[in-house]
């Protein structure tokens, strides 16, 4: 039909040079959403904090790995407040 698609999924050079993704903001603002609902304490959020820096893990592993809260507490807070806002 006209089409001149040319897609080669070994290639492994692109235009623009690689740039890693900038570091998301939902961490702290998750983090802040749990606090302000009860679900943490501000030393066990700076806690978790510490202990994504060290992992180098997403925040909410932190904060399931380490005990500090569970997925449905997250979910529910995310719920109540699914924008951030």
């Known amino acids: 039909m006209g089409f001149d698609f040319n897609f080669d999924p070994f290639q492994v050079s692109y ?8 570091k ?5 603002i998750l983090g802040a959403l749990l606090v302000e609902s009860g679900v943490l304490t501000q030393e066990q959020l700076d806690e978790a904090l ?4 060290t992992k180098t893990c997403p925040l909410v592993q932190a904060l399931i790995e380490g ?3 569970t997925n449905d ?3 529910t807070a995310l719920t109540v407040r699914p924008n951030y806002s």
């Open 15 to 22: 235009e623009q040079p690689y740039q890693p993704a900038p």
């Open 24 to 28: 998301a903001t939902s961490g702290p």
């Open 50 to 53: 510490a202990a994504q820096t």
């Open 67 to 69: 005990g500090f809260c």
């Open 73 to 75: 507490q997250i979910n």
